[in-house]
């Protein structure tokens, strides 16, 4: 029909019976195209809705999508449904469109200018303003935060009516989800000022909470001037608590914040001038009206947090609970011990796993009742051997030197110990002061400048790399740069490789990193080659897209060991990002490359890339561990284990579970390992977050790997057993491997265990797993940073997060001497005679659990049935058995933990500090480490005494003083 108001009417009875008659309006879609396209048409909105819904029936939706747009006012987004598919209409085209305006306004950001179709942002902004006026302000955050529209982010977050909860929100979004670094940083900077214009339009002073997530937008977007402000002003003031906020900020950022960080925000309190602390016109409002000091106390208060950020009162603290709080089961080092005779591998296996078991402890027991056992370590065993004394005395920095004394070198030409002794003393040196030098930094590099044997000198770079971490020193750089050219051997250059890498950690230096891969060209070394590629990898850590071209320059190289460094480059450079065009990366190559170590390192590299998210790797991997090539497998076992490592995730254990039978040694190895890092912390009762019980897996396995080492097994696999019943019960069984928390990656734990998979080629990498555990506990301090006598509320039964039981020894049975046969002539003549004896005497009554005599069975009353009745009574707490007299305790519904608490990951979540205490945490929800407390009670505060560490090697207590009997 040509008449207008004829199609119209038609075009409104097709709109209503669109859903039932769709297929017969297809056959007329041509016409009502050409309506919908005839701009002078006045019913072409009309009938482009209806061309709409019938290609959305079609599932064409890109059409359906463009013919909605070309509706207007038509497509009415709130109309009411009369029918399911009506329904399903609206919400598709909606999806759609945020879907194609998302990709367009990404498209824009990342590459050139792409005109984004005004029609698509009218039915997006309508889409915000239906969810803001319905209340629904995350939902209108996140899409604002898809779409990049920082104007809807703001009005959702400002008209919330929670702006706190919704900047954190924010935060925790831009750390796990948004991919750009670009985008995140500016996100990041755009909420800084949205936090800032809310907290102006508060009345009173701000929160603790405002400078704590202030402070989480600072370091990722490392701004040290304005947190240098920030925590001068915070001292500067009268308030004691915000005095206590600045010290938690110290305790956070010395726990997390990168290195180079810590180090500008160091120099830059050490220089301020305590009048001047204020004077910033940008800062004049956020201490609300409280005076300012500006008298010594304000440099005593300053000279605290820098005590703070150096890391050792940290150090303190958490040395003094592992070693307070040890828990570790000697039976099953000594179960190892005793599973083999003088092999090499066990042993050396079996040392290790006593370094894991008591690392951060100070705790060298094992090693010192059992020095005869360890004279059979030579060589590199024996510089492992010693190494170990690092992993655990880690931490202990007072006492290092002496501690490992007796193996150092000696300065006075004097003949010391073994080399291989002496190189893994300064190896163990390095462990305990990772990332905390000071004086043994310069110690360690005269060793690496002077060094002529080779055992020494590598051992000497291992322990500098560890002390000079991420301090990016130039100076030290050239220094390691130049004797690295210079180094023939390949342990020793390696050792030097390494070392650049580690001083080089995170500090992008894209020249650097391409003058070393210009110098590997000429290395002739394999192990050297690889420890280069490997410091490259070091060097663009966090570097996320600005390390994209060197990578794939190294990813198509011809050499298979730098397109193995290529794949570690793809793991540290987008470490924690859940980048897809990393992980596109290394799924391609971990299914072509020709070189098994290649294809092995691309699907490890999976698991650092994807450790905040650990419940997508399971169902990344899943196929890759039926993989028909044994490496990829075992990559398979150790990206599990690293993104899902202390979680106890059912979905990883379960893909581990075939791997631990695989036919190939080396594939059970490495899935033995991550089980062990997966069930690290767990018991017989544990649960996972949907409450369903996973403590049998941790039984099995234990068990698992106890029958592997005690029994005739392939000795790789033998490996594998020992070293996860080690990692298993690190720390005393109070620490876990942790790579990230609140968003930040923690760049120490994650090179340790990217050093960690390099055991393949060289078991002395094997310490650097030590650097990833961290302890699990809850430490509160007071302003003076003493720890006060406080409890910790857990609403939870004790069980559930309770130590594993120990091992149980087993006694050897004695051979027992059967009974003295008897014949049948002196049996009756014994048993006459006792009927004869007892035959005037009153029957005795027998319980009824009593054993039978062999007289018993002869009478008829052996069989008959008991007629005693057990009884039971309730109590209140708790059943008791009448009959046998015993307690049956009824577990509580919760308990209480002292200060320094023992708080696994899965505990923290039910944990709070108890609220009718005398103290007051700065933190609402308690987190693992250190938080202040602000003692509000009246009367006086009781402390916590601190632990002596006690060594073997220590002198008797004196005895008491003289005194006259009176």
């Known amino acids: 029909e040509e008449e207008f108001d004829l199609q119209r009417a038609a075009l409104e009875q097709l709109d209503e019976v669109i859903d039932t008659d769709w297929v017969e309006v297809a056959e007329e879609l041509p016409r009502l195209q050409e309506i919908a396209d005839d701009t002078e048409n006045p019913e072409n909105k009309l009938a482009a809705l209806v061309a709409s819904k019938t290609f959305f029936h079609l599932q064409n939706y890109d059409s359906a999508l463009n013919y909605a747009l070309g509706a207007g006012d038509k497509f009415n987004m709130d109309q009411e449904r009369t029918s399911l598919n009506s329904i399903n209409y609206v919400d598709k085209v909606i999806e759609k469109c945020i879907d194609t305006y998302k990709n367009q306004k990404q498209g824009s950001e990342e590459h050139n200018p792409i005109m984004v179709d005004e029609r698509l942002e009218g039915i997006v902004n309508r889409m915000f303003t239906r969810s803001l006026n319905a209340g629904e302000y995350k939902q209108a955050m996140g899409i604002a935060l898809e779409t990049r529209r920082l104007d809807i982010l703001k009005q959702a977050i ?310 000079a971490l991420a301090t990016e020193n130039e100076e030290l750089f050239d220094e390691l740069l130049g004797k690295l050219y210079d180094e023939k051997d390949a342990v020793a250059g390696e050792g030097i490789a390494i070392t650049i890498g580690l001083v080089m950690l995170g500090s992008g230096n894209l020249e650097a990193a391409e003058n070393l891969l210009t110098f590997s060209r000429e290395v002739p070394h394999e192990k050297k080659l690889r420890g280069i590629v490997l410091a490259i990898a070091m060097i663009v850590y966090g570097c996320e897209e600005a390390a994209n071209k060197l990578i794939e320059t190294m990813k198509d190289d011809k050499d298979p060991i730098v397109r193995y460094g290529a794949m570690y480059m793809l793991g540290m450079a987008y470490c924690g990002t859940s980048n897809n065009y990393a992980i596109r990366n290394l799924l391609q190559v971990a299914v072509s490359d020709v070189s098994d170590d290649v294809r092995r390192a691309a699907v490890t590299n999976l698991g650092f890339i994807l450790f905040k998210n650990p419940k997508q790797v399971p169902r990344l991997v899943v196929l890759l561990g039926q993989s028909y090539n044994p490496h990829v497998r075992y990559g398979v076992a150790m990206a599990l284990g690293i993104a899902c490592a202390g979680t106890g995730l059912k979905e990883a254990i379960d893909i581990l579970s075939v791997l631990a039978e695989d036919p190939v040694d080396y594939v059970q190895q490495g899935a033995f390992i991550a089980l062990s890092m997966i069930l690290n912390q767990l018991n017989k009762h544990s649960v996972d977050e949907n409450g369903e019980k996973i403590g049998d897996m941790m039984t099995k396995y234990r068990d698992m790997f106890k029958s592997t080492y005690t029994k005739r097994n392939l000795i790789m696999k033998k490996l594998g057993a020992i070293l996860a019943s080690g990692i298993i019960d690190a720390g005393g069984r109070n620490v876990t491997i942790c790579l990230h928390k609140n968003g930040h990656n923690k760049m120490r734990n994650v090179v340790g265990l990217m050093m960690f998979t390099q055991y393949w080629f060289w078991y002395p990498y094997l310490h650097f797993l030590s650097l990833a555990f961290e302890p699990t506990t809850v430490i509160g301090l007071n302003e003076q940073f003493k720890m006060p006598k406080v409890e910790l509320d857990c609403q939870a039964r004790p069980s559930l997060y309770a130590y594993p039981e120990k091992v149980a020894v087993e006694q050897k049975e004695e051979k027992k001497v059967g009974p003295r046969v008897a014949l049948s002539v002196s049996r009756k003549t014994k048993k006459a005679k006792v009927v004869e004896r007892d035959a005037d005497a009153p029957p005795t009554p027998r319980s009824p659990d009593s054993p039978l005599s062999p007289f018993d069975l002869m009478s008829d009353d052996a069989y008959a049935p008991s007629t005693a009745k057990k009884e039971t009574k309730k109590s209140d707490d708790h059943m008791v058995d009448e009959k046998e007299e015993k307690v049956v305790a009824v577990e509580p519904s919760e308990f209480k933990v002292a200060n320094p608490a023992r708080v696994t990951v899965p505990q923290l979540a039910k944990t709070s500090f108890s609220t009718t205490g005398d103290y007051v945490p700065m933190k609402e929800k308690p987190e693992l480490g250190i938080v202040l407390l602000d003692y509000i009670g009246d009367g006086e505060e009781t402390f916590v005494e601190m632990k002596s560490i006690k060594r073997g090697d220590e002198e008797v207590e004196a005895p008491p003083a003289d005194f006259t009997w009176p």
């Open 158 to 467: 400002l008209e919330s009516g929670n702006v706190q909860e919704m900047i954190e929100y924010g935060i925790r979004v831009a750390n796990n989800v948004i991919t750009s670094r670009n985008f995140r940083l500016k996100l990041l900077d755009f909420l800084v000022n949205v936090l800032d214009e809310a907290e102006g339009k508060k009345e009173g002073e701000s929160t603790a909470q405002y400078y704590f997530s202030l402070k989480e937008c600072l370091v990722f977007l490392n701004k040290g001037e304005r947190m240098a402000k920030l925590l001068s002003q915070l001292l500067a003031s009268t308030n004691k608590r915000h005095v206590l906020i600045a010290y938690q900020i110290g305790f956070d950022l010395q726990d997390r914040a990168p290195q180079r960080f810590v180090k500008e925000l160091v120099s830059r309190l050490e220089g301020n001038n305590p009048d001047a602390m204020v004077d910033d016109e940008e800062e004049d409002d956020v201490m609300g009206d409280d005076d300012v000091i500006v008298s010594d106390d304000v440099k005593e208060r300053t000279q605290k947090l820098l005590k703070v950020l150096s890391g050792t009162i940290s150090i303190e603290y958490y040395l003094d609970f592992l070693y307070r709080r040890n828990e570790t089961d000697l039976n099953i080092l000594y179960g190892i011990k005793n599973s083999f005779d003088k092999a090499a591998i066990p042993l050396h296996a079996t040392i290790i796993a006593n370094a894991y078991m008591h690392a951060g402890t100070s705790v060298d027991v094992f090693l010192r009742d059992n020095l005869d056992w360890l004279k059979h370590a030579t060589n590199w065993a024996k510089f492992s051997a010693t190494a170990s004394l690092g992993v655990i005395h880690k931490g202990n920095i007072k006492d290092s030197r002496t501690i490992l004394e007796p193996y150092l070198p000696r300065d006075d030409n004097q003949e010391g110990s073994s080399v291989y002794s002496e190189g893994g003393s300064l190896y163990g040196l390095g462990l305990i002061h990772s990332n905390h030098g000071g004086d043994v930094m310069e110690y360690l590099r005269r060793h690496v400048m002077q060094g002529e044997d080779k055992v020494i000198l590598h051992g000497a770079c291992l322990g500098l790399g560890l002390t």
